[in-house]
């Protein structure tokens, strides 16, 4: 059975995931009205993820053999890769973020951005550090780039949010 023209499935793949980046410090809102998100284009994968670290908090008048844990700190982190692309711009923008982690101006000398990925469900946003950006070129293969970022401490935290539900035309 197939579906009508218009229908939203249950499921989405990874091209429905838009990632961008803003040049900004951590104290500008990265929800306001005059903020600039910039597309990381031609992207071919996306990642994300939060991680707690943990305390052993085991005393000896814990019930049963089970280790007792406290979450103290999350990491967010994220990365991408994808495609080189000749002109940088209103799709693709990696090179001005490339000269950005190399050569940090405006954002105190840190390569730091605003990350926001919006998936069809959530949209995640966090002040993060790009910690690795970088370019393969093989002899006879597709040129590609990659970058990875890690959230670090802004006056907003990592924002997760539901992604706002657009009326189909």
């Known amino acids: 059975m197939s579906t009508p023209a218009g229908c939203l499935l249950d499921k989405y793949v990874g091209r429905d995931v838009a990632m961008e980046y803003m040049l900004a410090c951590g104290d500008v809102d990265p929800q306001g009205e005059s903020v600039n998100w910039l597309p990381i284009g031609a992207l071919r994968a996306k990642e994300f993820s939060i991680e707690w670290d943990t305390v052993d908090a085991t005393a000896d008048n814990n019930k049963g053999a089970t280790r007792s844990s406290l979450a103290t700190y ?11 692309m000749r002109k940088d711009g209103s799709q693709s923008n990696q090179t001005a973020l490339f000269k950005h982690v190399n050569n940090p101006q405006g954002t105190g000398g840190q390569p730091v951005a605003w990350i926001r990925i919006t998936c069809p469900d959530i949209t995640v946003i966090a002040y993060c550090i790009i910690t690795t950006i970088g370019r393969t070129m093989p002899h006879d293969e597709l040129s590609t780039f990659n970058f990875e970022a890690t959230a670090t401490e802004s006056v907003f935290d990592v924002i997760v949010i539901d992604t706002p539900t657009v009326p189909d035309p």
Not at 74 to 84: A, E, N, Q, V
């Open 74 to 84: 999350k990491t967010f982190s994220c990365s991408g890769d994808g495609t080189c």
